[in-house]
């Protein structure tokens, strides 16, 4: 009885987790995965010249691929390059290349990848996918809140 009873909690838990996760770098298509979509889409609003209309956005990443679903725009802490201001083509060039390594963890395997896409050294501060932002997780159920800036 007590198994069941921890196979059915542990089945709950699963379910309501995915709900309480932070987001992550670059994952513009809301999948959870850093994939060529992503990369569709921030080429997409680079190309639009930073289109604030995901509608805008999107159309322009289906020439790309033709199924891509925006699910949010690229905003400052998508940025993986601590070089520049902004986001640019050197945060394209490290998405492009985290996918060409294989989503390798290696930096300066992604950084030279970057390189050969851009002709120019840059340091990469972060890869794709890491996670970013405040967590979700509720305060009541931990007492711990994440990346406060405290």
Do not use: H, N
């Not at 569709?40 to 322009?60: H, N, Y």
């Not at 390798?104 to 395997?109: H, I, P, R």
Request: proline fraction near 3%; aromatic fraction near 6%; charge should be neutral.
């Amino acid at each position: 009885m007590r198994i069941k009873f921890l196979i059915i909690v542990l089945f709950l838990i699963s379910i309501v987790l995915p709900a309480y996760s932070a987001e992550l770098a670059c994952d513009l298509d809301g999948s959870g995965d850093i994939s060529s979509s992503d990369v569709a889409i921030f080429a997409a609003w680079l190309q639009t010249r930073k289109s604030t209309d995901k509608a805008i956005v999107q159309a322009r990443a289906r020439a790309f691929i033709s199924t891509v679903v925006v699910a949010r725009l690229p905003v400052a802490s998508d940025k993986l390059v601590d070089s520049s201001a902004d986001l640019d083509s050197k945060d394209l060039a490290f998405l492009a290349g985290y996918l060409q390594t294989r989503k390798s963890s290696d930096f300066a395997l992604v950084e030279a990848r970057a390189k050969s896409i851009l002709g120019v050294a840059i340091s990469l501060s972060k890869l794709p996918g890491a996670p970013v932002g405040d967590s979700t997780i509720p305060l009541v159920i931990t007492g711990i809140q994440t990346d406060s800036g405290l």
